[in-house]
């Protein structure tokens, strides 16, 4: 991708509302777009935490919303689901508009009007307008104590290297390390894990209604063990020389043993991520912009889906992704 690259339209994040705004652009007569997420495919989150078979709805926990733009799906299951967005996305011919594996340092407006997208330290593109349709970003801090390093390679910070029937510990109290907890519980493949949640606060503070609600749920039916209210004082490693376990030292003079101890300390949040980008934020950390267009407080830089309401809906993001496109196209 070339530096000096100019794009009308870059979206952030291949979910739904980004896979929507690529074929609302496309619909719109605008070719020249270009969509950039972390994931290695669109739909990322449905891919990894819908079991097989799992039924893809188009509305939330009960909150309705009827598709008002040109996007849409039939519901159905997982499977269905991601065939019904691969041909969606080929009809409109955007799929070589996608780039994956890809993180976006940050967005900023520069002096000649253009937004800078950096994707890494010397490749940027410019782009007209940017849309952003992300939940987070970026990778977890790492704990102050030491990793000895017979034990480095059980010591994660994501789920990438999560085997079925491994002892998991999930350390963190945010929204990521809700999601890894909860979504591992419940991903296919992986009923034999016993996943424990470890978090120094004993109550859920950080996370955000929906994941609060998911994590409370198998906190309090067991499916994932609490061990919350106590922090980690050191690790260290057990067993037989090359095939060592961890066993966590916690601050109450208890100790555990886990085969995989994944790390979800943070980062570069939603909220990291709007401010460097400029964008301003209201009290719960969310994106302000006009409910209508869903623009900021920056011209031509658009937030949606995920990143500005908990709903969860995809009907919702859909929607999101025409309103954006009906406003950008008011104004060219």
């Given amino acids: 991708m070339a530096s000096e690259k100019v794009v009308d339209i870059a979206i952030i994040g291949a979910g739904p509302g980004g ?3 690529a074929i609302e652009a496309k619909l719109a007569g605008i070719n020249n777009i270009l969509v950039v ?18 039924r893809v709805d188009k509305d939330w926990m009960g909150r309705k919303a009827e598709f008002e733009g040109n ?18 996305l080929a009809s409109h011919g955007v799929l070589d508009k996608f780039i994956y594996d890809t993180e976006i340092w940050n967005v900023v407006k520069a002096e000649d009007g253009l937004f800078d997208v950096k994707l890494s330290e010397d490749n940027v593109v410019k782009a007209k307008n940017v849309v952003v349709s992300v939940g987070r970003m970026g990778k977890p801090n790492k704990p102050g104590y030491k990793f000895p390093k017979a034990i480095r390679p059980r010591l994660n910070f994501n789920l990438s290297k999560v085997c079925n029937g491994e002892r998991v510990m999930i350390v963190g109290g945010g929204d990521t390390a809700g999601e890894y907890a909860y979504g591992l519980v419940e991903l296919e493949g992986m009923e034999d894990c016993t996943v424990t949640l470890n978090y120094r606060k004993p109550t859920i503070t950080r996370m955000n209604p929906l994941n609060t609600e998911m994590t409370t749920k198998h906190l309090d039916d067991g499916t994932l063990i609490n061990k919350m209210g ?23 003079g208890t100790s555990e043993v886990y085969e995989r101890i994944v790390f979800a300390l943070g980062g570069t949040s939603p909220k990291d991520f709007l401010v460097n980008s400029k964008i301003e934020t209201g009290k719960w950390d969310e994106p302000l912009m006009d409910e209508k267009t869903l623009e900021t407080n920056i011209p031509g830089l658009y937030t949606i889906g995920d990143v500005v309401t908990d709903q969860g809906s995809i009907a919702l993001a859909f929607n999101h992704a025409s309103f954006v496109m009906n406003d950008i196209v008011a104004k060219r």
Wanted: charge should be negative.
């Fill in 19 to 21: 896979m929507a705004t």
């Fill in 230 to 252: 106590v922090d980690v004082e050191s690790v260290e490693p057990v067993g037989d020389e090359g095939e060592e376990r961890v066993q966590v030292n916690f601050t109450d």
């Fill in 71 to 88: 996007v849409s799906f039939d519901e159905c299951s997982k499977e269905e689901y991601i065939k019904q967005m691969d041909d969606l």
């Fill in 37 to 54: 997420d972390k994931a290695s495919t669109h739909n990322d989150m449905i891919h990894k935490f819908y079991k097989k078979g799992k």
